[in-house]
């Protein structure tokens, strides 16, 4: 058994888990945090993504004992409070999900998609950093729109923050 | 907030849980006491079990309880059952083998499953299935639906001799074939539509939950149609009796007709609550749902298409061999015949048509309804073959469709369908138009210019969608009546719940089915809840699949509210002593129309539920029933066009454009039809270049069992989509809807081939057409 302490979504939590027990089993079974989803046994289609200390993880790739001591943002702790983020608002006004079932994986790789081109993006690049992530239901097209426009709107907030 | 009623782009009511992640699924449910399942299952793609020994298992840590067929039968639980009875052209009955939730003494497939293993963590369970000492006496087996016909081939049910379920026609043999022996020309084409698994991304999973002081079981289950499940199981699997059996198919991750099937697992995780005394919850591994999910497609289809010597069709002979897989799945026998056949007059006047389709058995996962299901096989047939005729015969794609077109309504075909209304060179000249068709040939040369092949290629498809009339299918042997129910409560206040037997797992039926309400009550679409997915509060419902929720399922909630305005008119002009015939309904209130006169919506409600002052003899309250039966099937159609470069050195293949235009009748929310073609088209594009179900013809062992090899559609191999619609109104249903679940996905696949083929100057190339397939047809083409 191993000892877990780490942040989730703005919480101190602490544990004791199974050696094998993956971050998203924790996630999920643990701490009732039911948004992360899994959707694969090979890392594979991106549904378990979440953000571990800023930077977007399948949470499925993840001992819950290498997690410890790391901040954790799922898509539970990703609005802030009512507010929804950009990426969630962008998703629901060009139609980005269907079934939903990849969406939550999807809203957090797309975040830190957008985090890591400062530059801005285009579309063959959001298809070229989507290749961890599978959606079945909406053929990508308004999943590349949502993203392009939060892009948008989460640059034009860097910039506003920044001057 | 403003009325958002039949024809806006209202952005998704459910959308909200799913984005926050408060979405809930079968896998996030979680009772007191809840343990978890993993199913033991056959390594073997065919054997005979000798011995099955749990008492290792029993021992593990944390399990709570090994079980396995023969338990399961000596407590009586039924055969799972295909409901849809298919009589061969020689009057006999299909053939259908026996299948055990869990298999007694043979195994049929990598995947068939064996035991159930109930510990208190699914790591334990897991551990304890390895734990289970199954012993397997491996036989030969067949994987090919081709193979498993031959003399000789390795026999799965005794029931089935020869491994042939069924061997059916449709048509006129003769005129037939004397429109190909008269022929001026005969296209021929060997078809082979190759085997999908469906891939919803939430894997299936079931919580069967016993409650000893009510002697009453609960499912949650991953289920497109919770109240078909609920009465298969009481009626064929002796479960339980429907009023000691709730069904709940709470958000469901897509399906794609995989979860219209009554499968083993949730038998079984119910049937082993009540053995064990505890809550038993299962889910899907990825692997397991590519074994254990019913496959779609896999057809193998020789072709004949006669034409006169002024290029008119004047006879298609179609002969199909269909690949079931080890058993008979719920409407398995549907999809290679009466969804499949009766479409293969496709867009055109064909005089003469016959279609002769063999059902076989195999060592595969079985195989059923899969998006489209039938009707792309059919289009896929048609619309290969119209493209190849035209280059036989020298003449444009478009134009010998054009020519061939049926443009007189209502059609009555040769196999049965009788189309009621469509434009087919509307959807033609616009998708040609959004692709430049035209423009064509200078594309092609400046790409030649770069080293590069482009190809272009297209597919009218038609479909027969708002599934169905229920006289109509019993007469062709389906068990069940295919209307749909709906119930309008309006409540005290004047906010509206829908109960609908429709369920909605992606299709965006909390809004679409809300703006139809709050448009004709000019109410806001906040005020309007669609209740779904639940056995205990939607009395009876035959759920979604086939493209039915909109023509048949919004149907029968627009009957109901014809009742509940009928009641609420004659409430209105009584209040306000006022001719009923008067009365309107505008903007959220009753109006005694030409007057001032009105009553909100709300005190309207009121006044149902107070009951101080109605007509005399009324009952109080406002709420209705409706089931709604169709009287036709429905008929959406299209034309799509898809544009490809290929690089001649590594035979990759890139989309360069595809366009879609459809009709799809009137529609509610543009922006939720878009998205469904959007998707269908992806789906095709994965069946067309991607995805392909392989089985190791030797072992049986199914090679394609994870998303390392099988490949899915990514967002890299997809183009952006250019869609569009006309409508001609369906006639045969209040609302004039259509249906599009499923067009994007039968329309493309042959687009997209036509569209290579075309590029590479060779026909010889089969689905998925990969980078090494279409190299090696490109180099095969070049050498003679």
Known sequence: MSDVSLTVNGRRVTGTVEDRTLLVHYLREHLGLTGTHVGCDTSQCGACVVHVDGKAVKSCTMLAAQASGSTVVTIEGLANGAELHPMQ???????????????????????????????????????????????????????????????????KGTAQVAA | MGVEGIGARVARKEDKRFITGAGRYVEDMVLPGMRQAVFVRSPHAHAAITSIDVSKALEMPGVVGVLTGRELKADGIGNIICGWMIHSKDGSPMKMGAWSPLAVDRVRYVGDAVAIVIADTKGQARDAA??????????????????????????????????LIFDWELGDAAPTDAAIASAAHVTTMHIVNNRLVPNAMEPRAALGYYDKAEDHYTCWTTSQNPHVARLVMSAFYNVAPENKLRVIAPDVGGGFGSKIFIYPEEIVCLWASKKTGVPVKWVADRTESFMTDAHGR????EVKMAFDADNRITGLKVDTIANFGAYMSLFSSSVPTYLYATLLSGQYNIPAIHANVRAVYTNTSPVDAYRGAGRPEATYLLERTMETAARELGVSPAELRRQNFITEFPHQTPVIMCYDAGDYATSLDAAMQAADYAGFPARRDEAKQRGKLRGIGMSAYIEACGIAPSAAVGSLGAGVGLWESAEVRVNAVGTIEVLTGSHSHGQGHETTFAQLVAGRLGIPIEQVSIVHGDTDKVQMGMGTYGSRSGAVGMSAVFKALDKVEAKAKKIAAHLMEADEGDIVIENGALKVAGTDKNVPWFQLALAAYTAHNLPAGMEPGLKETAFY?????????????????????????????????????????????????????AQGIGQAMLEGAVYDRESGQ????????????????????????????????????????????????PAVMNAITDAIGSNDLTMPATPEKVWAALHAATKH
């Open chain 2, 629 to 681: 039966d169709p009287s036709n099937f429905t008929f959406p159609a299209g034309c799509y066009i898809c544009e490809v470069e290929v690089d001649p050195d590594t035979g990759t293949t890139e989309i360069i454009q595809f366009v879609a235009a459809d009709d799809f009748g009137n529609i509610i929310n543009p922006m939720i039809v878009e998205g469904q073609v959007h998707g269908g088209v």
């Open chain 2, 298 to 301: 896999d057809h193998v289809t």
């Open chain 1, 89 to 155: 608002a962008a998703f629901k006004e060009n139609h980005g999900l269907q079934c939903g079932f990849c969406t939550p994986g999807m809203i957090m790789a797309a975040v830190d998609m957008v985090n890591r081109h400062p530059e801005g993006l285009d579309e063959a690049t959001v298809r070229a950093e989507l290749e961890g992530n599978i959606c079945r239901c909406t053929g990508y097209h308004n999943i590349v729109k949502a993203i392009l426009a939060a892009s948008q709107v989460m640059l």
């Open chain 2, 702 to 749: 199914l090679v394609t069992a994870s998303y390392m090899d099988y490949t899915m559609p990514r967002a890299s191999d997809v183009p952006s989509f250019k869609v569009s619609t006309s409508n001609t109104p369906c006639p045969g249903n209040p609302l004039g809807i259509k249906g599009c679940g499923e067009a994007g996905a039968i329309g493309s696949p």
């Open chain 2, 130 to 163: 390895e734990a289970v000492e199954v012993s397997y006496d491996v036989r030969d087996a067949v994987t090919q639906a081709v193979d498993a016909l031959k003399p000789g081939a390795p026999q799965l049910h005794p029931e089935a001799e020869g491994n």
